[in-house]
């Protein structure tokens, strides 16, 4: 093992942070009386990339992308600006950088502590699409929503399923969320009564931000869909099961999931990512060759889902990893786009629920619970089938390298009553 | 029968053009050099907003909204806006109104011939809706792709039953379209092939822009719903129905209509509509307490399908009303946000495929020719199961008033080859 290179930013270095000289993950902040702009996390700091770009330390390529209250505009930018960036915001932040370190009052005006912040939902979104590429979670939610016997519908294992999701509601962690109402179809009751949703449950995924548009009419194929890719974030799809149950024939869930979805407020790059690639999973059948793909195109993330009731403490529910999922990024997006449909800048692609094969590494409580069945024991002697009223969600993740983490921080969400 | 008012411009009084005096319906359009900016169709010519909001002819507090690519600026300055703007221009339009029809400078400037224009996309649409509201359309496709005996599912009656589209391949009427390919399950084969889909449908709809947001976690009622519209167009939800077929289990269709969706460029605004509406549909059951509505929500609208192969003329493959619904737009409104699902201005909500109760006020070919069983007889002896490379499909709907029509002209779009 070689020590892991360090920045002078001392938090940086303690082997936990998730925010490591090699991670440098984008989101948008605010402090003060300023206007939300990009910034990278370091240890426990913020840098200001608006401020740094004023004082000509990021490429000139780069100038003036960051004064904005979206990842948008730099994303935009393209592959080549992201990775000179990055470079540069390595070189300043590394142990021996010099420009920023050595200057006292640049150093006061680009660095704010992340604990005197406001983060934001980093990317402006114009479509968020939802995938189901667990093969645990599609077998757990067909065994429960439908037949046990055949829980794994016939075409799960040909298409990584997916649909589209509500980009309206997509919010960043730490936006509190009404329960939802909605029908809610009783066995025992000839109609649906309407009112708040009685199992109202977390989903544990993960979501990658398109970072390089694709024309309508022109597919992206398996190989070509890295570069289509940005960066990404956790995230949470809150869903209400007992709406979603009723709803969901024949297309798909509605209501159920649109009253919000949580993101993660740091943007990690899969250029952070790439030292965490892993072997794809073995596919059987092959898939179709449109779906055949080259290289390593899983992910070691560490995954974890807390849950904390009002006034107690956390405990955690799940624990999981990323690399498991049946279906990749890329066969996702090459699956989205074989019909010829675009994707644009700041396309959010979510993974679906990261299910493990037992009940403590399930993304979602009617898994965890086997439908409220099995009630999860929490600290202090609660126990949740479902999610209560004050109840907050913290999901988190990492990879783990050699002496460092790059990780996504965390996506909260706390659930408020029902509005009457 | 009173004589309608008529406009200066002969050809918006001629009783047949869907441009009368009484519609005033905007657009996106550009002509020569200039750059896409917001009109209005008035027979067959086009009032550039630009130019005339730059000779201080309309209101003061429209001011700059309409040298724009888009409507959204416009739409935002609210319903007030909409309102003093549509006067203004119906009074500079009127057979008396003065200030544009006696200044030639002006005129020339400011009225394109719509022959002359290129019309855009009108408005951006941060998200698309596409709802299943007629009862006949939901009964015949759940017949073909489900169970005779129980083709209307037992939500359908309670829910107006929608699901997230994909606004990214939202495209002007005009666009051509490549035949999707994708995933096809032949009933006699053990795996799915990938190929161009062979059965290649439209969907005749309506579309209703959303002018007024709304908060996450803040529902519109049905009795508000009418202030979140501000206009309506035509719109061809194309789908693959193989394609859906296979995929569509669970979680809804997707590469299936994500290929492309078609809609009308002139924006019909809710003031415009108002003379046409009309009861609301009988519902049995009586819908849950926050569907129930209040006042007229139908509206009359007559529509038209024609399909027109490579170098043959048009045939009219269906007539059918928009009046027929069975879920209305305010219902589906109030369902859409009753989870707390916001909207934003520029949504895009459509009606589900427009069905009667006969073959020929069928809005799909997927139910005019039974899934490919009784072709459609066109014009010069061809026949159409589903629809064949170089066929133009041209929707098109009116009002008809007393002596006018307030129209939405047409929404076309051309099948071009499958790419390989």
């Known amino acids: 093992m070689t020590a892991p290179k360090t920045s002078w930013i001392a938090s940086a270095n303690d082997g936990q942070t998730h925010f490591s000289l090699q991670n440098l993950p984008y989101g948008i902040f605010s402090a003060g009386n300023g206007s939300p702009r990009v910034g990278v996390a370091i240890g426990d700091q913020i840098a200001d990339l608006a401020a740094l770009d004023d004082a000509g330390l990021l490429p000139a390529a780069a100038r003036g992308a960051f004064a904005a209250p979206s990842l948008n505009r730099f994303i935009a930018l393209g ?46 979104i114009p479509g968020y699409t939802d995938f189901y590429s667990s093969r645990e979670h599609a077998t757990n939610v067909g065994s429960m929503f439908r037949d046990p016997e055949n829980a794994l519908l016939p075409n799960w294992l040909e298409i990584p399923i997916g649909y589209n999701g509500r980009a309206s509601s997509v919010v960043v962690s730490g936006t509190d969320l009404h329960r939802p109402n909605g029908q809610i179809k009783l066995p025992d009751q000839a109609r649906p009564l309407f009112g708040p949703c009685r199992k109202l449950d977390y989903e544990l995924e993960m979501g990658f931000i398109v970072g390089k548009p694709s024309a309508l009419g022109e ?143 399930c993304g979602s409580l009617l898994e965890t619970t086997r439908n409220g069945a099995q009630p999860v024991e929490l600290a202090g002697g609660a126990r949740r089938g479902f999610l209560e009223d004050g109840d907050t969600v913290t999901m988190t993740g990492w990879c783990q390298g050699d002496g460092y983490r790059v990780g996504f921080g965390a996506v909260t969400g706390k659930i408020l009553p029902a509005r009457r």
């Open 79 to 124: 592959q080549p600006v992201w990775a000179a960036t990055r470079a540069a915001l390595g070189a300043l932040l590394a142990e021996d950088g010099r420009g920023l370190q050595d200057d006292q009052a640049l150093r006061d005006r680009a660095l704010v502590p992340m604990s005197a912040a406001t983060l934001h939902l980093p990317v402006e």
């Open 219 to 361: 597919p992206v194929d398996t190989g070509a869909a890295g570069a289509h890719m940005f960066g990404m974030v956790i995230l949470n799809d809150w869903s209400a099961r007992d709406i979603q149950q009723w709803e969901y024939v024949p297309l798909g869930p509605f209501n159920s999931k649109s009253f919000g979805t949580s993101i993660s407020p740091w943007v990690v790059t899969m250029e952070a990512l790439e030292p965490f690639r892993r072997d794809n999973p073995v596919q059987s059948p092959d898939p179709l060759p449109y779906l055949q793909q080259q290289g390593r195109n899983a992910y070691d993330i560490a995954l974890e889902v807390a849950v904390q009731p009002e006034g107690a403490s956390a405990t955690t529910v799940c624990r999981t990893n990323f690399k498991a999922m049946y279906w990749t990024m890329a066969q996702q997006l090459a699956h989205h786009t074989v019909s010829g449909c675009n994707v644009r800048i700041g396309d959010l692609m979510g993974s679906g629920t990261i299910s493990g094969t037992t009940a403590d590494s």
